[in-house]
Nanobody
């Protein structure tokens, strides 16, 4: 199983980035997928998840600014991030779960990518 993120970088506040995550080695369309982030000295937090039925969840701080989507034909997960703020600066990880549950469906993730860094300057 492999998950590979891309699309991170450095932007100014108010800018946009689109993260991608390509998966292989598992039945992509049958998995709940999610984006998580972890800043230095902070705990990892769920950003957004998308289930097999394409229902989505978002943490409050990104609601209305971020959009999670999936393309099962390409085994690719996306995170469109708009109106970025310095508080969004973090390492972003994609993850896959056979079944996701709990707050924001952020529990149950078994497979993880290596992460892509997002840095937002003021």
């Amino acid at each position: 199983v492999q998950l590979v993120e891309s699309g991170g970088g450095s932007v100014q506040a108010g800018g946009s980035l689109r993260l991608s995550c390509v998966g292989s080695g598992f039945t992509y369309s049958s998995y709940c997928l999610g984006w998580f982030r972890q800043a230095p000295g902070k705990e990892r937090e769920v950003v957004a998840t998308i289930a097999v039925d394409v229902s989505t969840t978002y943490r409050d701080s990104v609601q209305g600014r971020f959009t999670i989507s999936r393309d099962n034909a390409k085994s690719t997960l996306y995170l469109q991030m708009n109106s970025l703020t310095p508080e969004d600066t973090s390492m972003y990880y994609c993850a896959a779960a056979g079944f996701c549950y709990g707050p924001l469906r952020g529990v149950g993730f078994r497979y993880w990518g290596q992460g892509t860094q997002v840095t937002v300057s003021s």
